[in-house]
């Protein structure tokens, strides 16, 4: 929890990122062994809730649901008697934790609270209320760095718990877009670099690398940008099969345009460009973007010099002919087919994931004819034993017109 340093006779809640309750330097609930017990149940919605307090009917309705009890009222009551006795052992001091007031349950005012999401929430809200830019900035920095993760992450099945994980989360991107705008502004792109990385740990595949890039780039350290963008890549197509967002496009080629280097002889350069150290027989596999660029490229000097170029799309499919989009063999589906196209084609052919259980290959100087064969030997190296699973194809001619169908080809074998 993002506190400096935690003052005795005060109880320090963790909700984001993770559930912990720390009194007096020992934890009293949660942390890394926390359960979902109704003991923490009960505290979770009563320390988050300690302004208008809770209801008897919503805490029965959250802590049993829709379970079928004789006295549900008398249930409550034996969860919040052992409640306090337990926080009572725990070293808090003996009053009253839990009291209700005609038929709202509060967390007593005897022991104050000081909680992570609250605190948030309220620096959230005095930034947005705020016109002056300098206390505005300041306030948004801050309340993005007490944004350490989810709201109740081991939470997400309860419903009042994943709404307000989603409501805390847009107010995160609120604050976080809003600083990154005052920052730009100032052109202070080492904190830029910083709130990215910040922001990128904290709420993962969401794309806030961009803002690290801004400022790497914006700064001249280019090789640290391109590292960071191909490691990016790579993650985003690991965990979500996700390929780069039109922001993260936009910083790679802003890169390209201001990546500046020293004089040097041109024989330097060349040693610089060349791959000289990929031996791979095989295809040139690539990242989309780069894939991207050679396509535009190649594109042009089709329309120059007429070569016969085209444009494949491989995806896996199940027996039925319907790509498989999900499932645990998946990721392994689709690095067994990237294996058998990049074994296959030529060492002049480029290739790149394109999505989960999918690939582009652009096959430069082949036939339509040669198009066919090519599929056949990337289905003999892709195929294993009786599996229905296969590969569908569709080829496109890069110089393409409406007049050009489609080819359109599925290997399977019957278990």
Same mark, same amino acid.
């Given at each position: ?103 709202? +349950? ?5 022991? %104050?609270?000081?909680?992570?999401? &609250?605190? =948030? /929430?309220? *620096?959230?809200? $005095? ?109 985003? +197509? ?5 390929? %780069?967002?039109?922001?993260?496009? &936009?910083? =790679? /080629?802003? *890169?390209?345009? $201001? ?157």
């Amino acid at each position: 929890m993002r506190v400096a340093e935690q003052r005795d006779g005060v109880l320090y809640v963790q909700m984001l990122g993770g559930f912990a309750a720390t009194y007096n330097g020992r934890l009293a609930a949660g942390g890394s062994k926390a359960s979902n017990s109704q003991f923490t149940q009960l505290l979770q919605i009563l320390l988050h809730n300690r302004g208008k307090g809770v209801s008897r009917d919503r805490i029965e309705r959250l802590l049993f649901e829709d379970r079928d009890m004789e006295d549900i009222h008398h249930a409550l009551q034996s969860v919040i008697y052992n409640a306090k006795k337990k926080l009572e052992k725990l070293g808090l001091p003996k009053v009253n934790y839990i009291e209700q007031r005609k038929g709202v +349950f509060f967390w007593t005012d005897e022991v %104050p609270v000081v909680e992570d999401a &609250a605190e =948030f /929430e309220a *620096l959230a809200r $005095e930034a947005a209320e705020t016109e002056d830019p300098d206390r505005k900035l300041a306030l948004c920095l801050e309340a993005s760095h007490w944004y350490e993760g989810e709201f109740l992450p081991s939470q997400t099945a309860v419903i009042w718990a994943a709404q307000e994980a989603r409501r805390l989360k847009e107010l995160f991107c609120e604050v976080t877009e809003t600083a990154a705008e005052l920052l730009r502004e100032r052109q202070d792109f080492f904190q830029l670099e910083d709130l990215g990385v910040h922001a990128s740990k904290v709420d993962p595949l969401s794309d806030w690398e961009t803002l690290t890039m801004e400022g790497l780039v914006s700064l001249g350290r280019y090789e640290e940008a391109r590292k960071l963008y191909d490691e990016t890549v790579e993650y985003y +197509f690991n965990e979500e099969g996700l390929r %780069p967002s039109r922001k993260m496009m &936009a910083q =790679f /080629e802003r *890169l390209g345009t $201001e990546m500046l280097y020293q004089h040097a002889a041109l024989d330097f350069i060349q040693s610089e460009l060349t791959g000289r150290h990929d031996t791979f027989p095989g295809g040139y596999l690539c990242t989309y973007p780069i894939f991207q660029g050679i396509y535009r490229m190649v594109e042009r000097m089709v329309e120059r010099g007429g070569q016969s170029v085209y444009l494949m799309l491989a995806t896996v499919v199940d027996g039925k002919g319907n790509a498989i989009t999900e499932g645990e063999r998946l990721p392994e589906l689709t690095r067994r087919m990237g294996d058998a196209i990049r074994h296959t084609v030529r060492r002049g052919d480029a290739m790149c994931q394109y999505g989960k259980g999918q690939f582009l290959v652009l096959l430069v100087n082949t036939s339509w004819e040669n198009c066919g064969v090519i599929q056949r030997r990337i289905n003999q190296r892709f195929n294993q034993g009786r599996s229905r699973i296969g590969i569908q194809y569709y080829v496109n001619s890069v110089f393409w017109t409406p007049d050009i169908d489609v080819a359109d080809e599925t290997a399977r074998r019957s278990e």
